[in-house]
């Protein structure tokens, strides 16, 4: 069976629900998260300590997202890329290994400062989910700086360098890498 010539449907909407997502939750960090908590400052009708639980609660949902795609990855045929070099497809490949690092990596490394630091998760105000850690502070503010110092700024690089390739795909190679992953190839009659 020949190579599909683009990611199907169920691959582009993970993708794209996945960086929106992530998008999110660095806007909910960097806003809700840091009102002022002895205040009751406010955004958007929600405190501090709320926007904690809308945090945690949509980076467990990413967790599972993310799970999903890994395994829809390795259970249905990927696109190939015959017309870019070596070099490109080889960069290309690391670079989505690393992204799949930091998508599993950001939720695990959540996770865990949470559970090990004795912080129980609140999912969306529905209930508290399962702590699978033992209380192991150590452990949890390893965790946290990983999670907030570390990841992000690796975050930065890749996702910025996964943008510019795509671009540089788009305008410079003039090839269809960038329409293989656009959401309209979806909704297009075959
Ligand atoms: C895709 C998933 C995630 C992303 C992209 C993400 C991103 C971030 C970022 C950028 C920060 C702020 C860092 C700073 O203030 O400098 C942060 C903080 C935090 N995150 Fe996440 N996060 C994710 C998942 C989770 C999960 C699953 C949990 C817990 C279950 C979690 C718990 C927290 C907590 C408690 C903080 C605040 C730490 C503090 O106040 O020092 N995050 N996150
Ligand atoms: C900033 C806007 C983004 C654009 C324009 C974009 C574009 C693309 C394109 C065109 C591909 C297909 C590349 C190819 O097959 O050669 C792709 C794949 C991928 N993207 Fe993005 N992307 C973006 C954001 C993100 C974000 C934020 C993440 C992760 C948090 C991400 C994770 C991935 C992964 C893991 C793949 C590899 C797919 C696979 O083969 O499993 N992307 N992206």
Known sequence: MSAPARYNCVAVTLH???ALA???MFVIAFTGMELDGKTGE????LKRWDWYVVHKSLGVAIFVLVALRIVWRFTTQLPTD???PKWDVYISRLNFVLLYVVMIGMPLTGYVMSAAGGHPIN???LGELPNLLPLNKPLASTAHDVHTDV???VIYVIVGLHFAGAMFHYFIFKDNVL???LPLSCLKRR
């Not at 406010?42 to 009708?45: A, S």
């Open 42 to 45: 406010m955004l958007l009708g």
């Open 179 to 181: 329409w293989k992953m």
């Open 22 to 24: 992530f998008l999110t």
């Open 151 to 153: 990841m992000p700024i």
């Open 82 to 84: 015959d017309t870019s």
């Open 123 to 125: 999912w969306f105000w």
């Open 16 to 18: 794209w629900v996945i």
